[in-house]
């Protein structure tokens, strides 16, 4: 299982970024995906998850309306669209997926949200 986080950057407030995940080494449209971030000195958060097809997302209430998960099955790719970032945004983002027991990461993304 491999996966592999691309798109983070420096983004002013406001502004907008598209993380993407590669996925490879599984069935990936058989697997539900997430995206977890992590700030300095803090926990890992859950920023949203997303069904096999698609179908299902949900996220956290600091990230509503704000994000939005997606994936291309055809393309083993799991996106996470990022509008309106706060500086509080600011975190190391990781792609998830929990396959027999055992959680698989990326190597993550930095996401600097700064003036």
């Known amino acids: 299982v491999q996966l592999v986080e691309s798109g983070g950057g420096l983004v002013q407030p406001g502004g907008s970024l598209r993380l993407s995940c590669a996925a490879s080494?599984?069935?990936?449209?058989?697997?539900?995906m997430r995206w977890y971030r992590q700030a300095p000195g803090k926990e890992r958060e859950l920023v949203a998850p997303?069904?096999?097809?698609?179908?299902?997302?949900n996220y956290a209430d600091s990230m509503k309306d704000r994000f939005a998960i997606s994936r291309d099955n055809a393309k083993n790719t799991v996106y996470l669209q990022m509008n309106s970032l706060k500086p509080e945004d600011t975190a190391v983002y990781y792609c998830?997926?929990?396959?027999?027991?055992?959680?698989?990461w990326g190597q993550g993304t930095q996401v600097t949200v700064s003036s």
């Open positions: 998830n997926v929990f396959i027999g027991l055992h959680d698989y």
């Open positions: 080494g599984f069935t990936f449209s058989n697997y539900r």
């Open positions: 997303i069904s096999d097809a698609g179908g299902s997302t």
